[in-house]
């Protein structure tokens, strides 16, 4: 079972598709500031990707090309 904030960010996005924010704030336990910070720590480092804007903005996992 995943453990760490970047497993289960990981898994939910591996296992569930593109999510909003506020699904994956409820898969850590933590609040929507908090999981934000995450998430766009996880952007700069190219782990995950936004879709969309604003409200409608969901996360996948960044598609890696080129391995």
Avoid: C, N
């Avoid at 898969?27 to 969309?52: C, F, H, M, W, Y």
């Amino acid at each position: 079972r995943p453990q760490s904030q970047f497993e289960k960010i990981t898994y939910a996005l591996t296992v569930g598709g593109p999510q909003p924010t506020s699904y994956l704030a409820v898969v850590l336990g933590l609040g929507l500031t908090r999981t934000r910070e995450i998430l766009a720590s996880l952007v700069k480092d190219g782990v995950i990707e936004p879709i969309g804007v604003g409200r409608g903005r969901k996360y996948r996992l960044a598609e890696h090309t080129g391995s």
